[in-house]
């Protein structure tokens, strides 16, 4: 009598169907888990790369707006704009007023008297735009 068991293809084996059921119901839930778990690795791993890639965009941004680089907004150009205009109303003003010809209102005579308050305003015009514009590259990040 020998205590060596012969296996091979042929060789039969018996098991209660129950622990059969439960045997392909514990694979099945561990196959389940595992794609479960893989799944959500995945997914974390998508979200690191989009969130990386929006990093650089941002870093992007946040270096070369400032600079210009980018662009401007259509406020700050029609800001600038309107300085350089009051800039040359003002140039021409004064050079009026230093050749001594200024214009001259027939219901009225200018003195320098109105000069005077005519450049205070517009100088009040130009500091008011200067700092609309310091604000607005304030509130964008400059």
């Known amino acids: 009598m020998s205590d060596a068991i012969d296996v091979s293809d042929k060789t039969k084996f018996a098991m209660p169907i129950r622990n059969l059921i439960s045997l392909i119901a514990s694979v099945a839930v561990g196959v389940w888990a595992y ?33 210009g680089d980018l ?14 205009h009051l800039s040359g109303e003002f140039d021409k003003l004064l050079n009026n007023i230093e050749t001594g010809k200024a214009p001259f209102d027939q219901q ?12 205070e305003t517009l100088e009040g015009k130009v500091e008011t735009l200067k700092d609309n514009v310091a604000n607005l590259k304030a509130h964008n990040g400059n």
Do not use: C
């Open 35 to 67: 794609f479960g778990i893989i799944e959500r690795l995945n997914r974390i791993e998508t979200n690191n790369i989009l969130m990386q890639a929006d990093l650089i965009k941002n870093t992007e941004f946040r270096i070369k707006w400032p600079r």
């Open 108 to 119: 009225q005579a200018l003195t320098l008297d109105f000069y005077k308050q005519r450049i």
């Open 71 to 84: 662009g401007s907004l259509p406020a700050d150009a029609e800001q600038f704009m309107l300085i350089e």
